[in-house]
């Protein structure tokens, strides 16, 4: 009588009918072939448990609670963003005038821009948030000084890109993509109504508002953490004193919004309670725009 070959009653990959193996998952004990095996801690183990291992091992998350990412991939997006704007800036120069901030100017036929009068030719029409163009407290956070009128574009959006990609990387690492794009657009929001409440009548332009909010959401973080402040305080003296030393040729009022929002939305984020810390800063952030709608509205109402 002759012997049975081995290749008869060795155990198959579960995976795999056609391959042989003498090894099993350490976890669910199947046995499993050289293209399954993943390594574990103890021996080796089939995809499946090792994608439902994955599954129940709680995700490492940022001090505001957002997911951890190694890639800062809305600072990039924002900047490309900017960026492209300006260029089209180049090709359609009118763009500027269409979405800058402007509490409330006049436009005349050929669709100039004027400060508001209250006795205006027939000819001119309002422009500007108080009348209607809601649109402008966003869009003019996406502008800057256009590169066929002003030989400081090209600087004006070097120095707010530079800035962005320092500082940016930076908060959005801490408070994770989304909770950072919200405190990036609710801050150049802040900016801007603040140029609406003092100043209504200047034309603005910049992402400078937002980043101001950056870096003030930097301050409340390093705090947070307990990082060392004597780096962080030099830093946030410098912004100080550019926003005074910027308050003679930009628009200090979009800077100081902006800074202002952005410690307030950062302040919600950090130190909300980690129970129902989603909704905690959810409710914040909707109150907070909120609240800058309504003295947006009620500007507007007051100058019309």
């Not at 800062?72 to 005038?97: H, K, R, W």
């Not at 209250?118 to 309002?126: L, N, T, V």
């Not at 409340?220 to 307990?226: D, N, S, Y």
Request: with cysteine; proline share 5%; hydrophobic share 50%.
């Amino acid at each position: 009588m002759e012997p049975t070959p081995q290749s008869a009653t060795a155990p198959t990959c579960y995976r795999h009918a056609d391959a042989e193996t003498h090894i099993n998952c350490t976890r669910c004990e199947r046995p499993i072939c050289p293209s399954c095996m993943r390594d574990a801690a103890v021996g080796f183990q089939c995809p499946e448990c090792v994608r439902e291992g994955a599954r129940s091992v709680r995700q490492a998350r940022t001090v505001a609670g957002g997911r951890i990412s190694a890639v800062p991939l809305v600072t990039y997006a924002l900047m490309a963003v900017n960026i492209l704007v300006f260029l089209g800036e180049a090709i359609f120069p009118d763009l500027v005038d269409r979405l800058q901030m402007l509490g409330l100017g006049l436009a005349g036929p050929d669709g100039g821009g004027y400060v508001y009068q209250d006795e205006y030719p027939a000819a001119f029409h309002p422009e500007g948030v108080a009348a209607g163009e809601w649109y402008r407290l966003l869009t003019g956070a996406f502008l800057h000084l256009s590169p066929t009128e002003s030989v400081f574009g090209i600087l004006h959006i070097g120095l707010n890109m530079w800035s962005l990609w320092n500082i940016g990387r930076i908060v959005e690492s801490q408070l994770g993509r989304v909770r950072y794009l919200a405190l990036y657009l609710i801050a150049a929001l802040g900016g801007s109504v603040l140029v609406l409440l003092i100043a209504p009548d200047e034309s603005t332009v910049g992402a400078s508002g937002a980043i101001f909010g950056l870096a003030a959401a930097y301050y409340v973080i390093a705090r947070r953490i307990g990082a060392d402040m004597s780096g962080v305080n030099r830093f946030m003296a410098y912004f100080l004193v550019w926003l005074v030393i910027s308050s003679r040729f930009a628009s200090w009022q979009g800077h100081l919004g902006g800074l202002l929002t952005g410690g307030i939305v950062a302040l919600a984020l950090v130190y909300a309670p980690r129970e129902r810390r989603g909704l905690v800063q959810g409710v914040a952030c909707v109150a907070l725009v909120g609240l800058l709608l309504v003295l947006a509205a009620l500007k507007a109402s007051a100058l019309l």
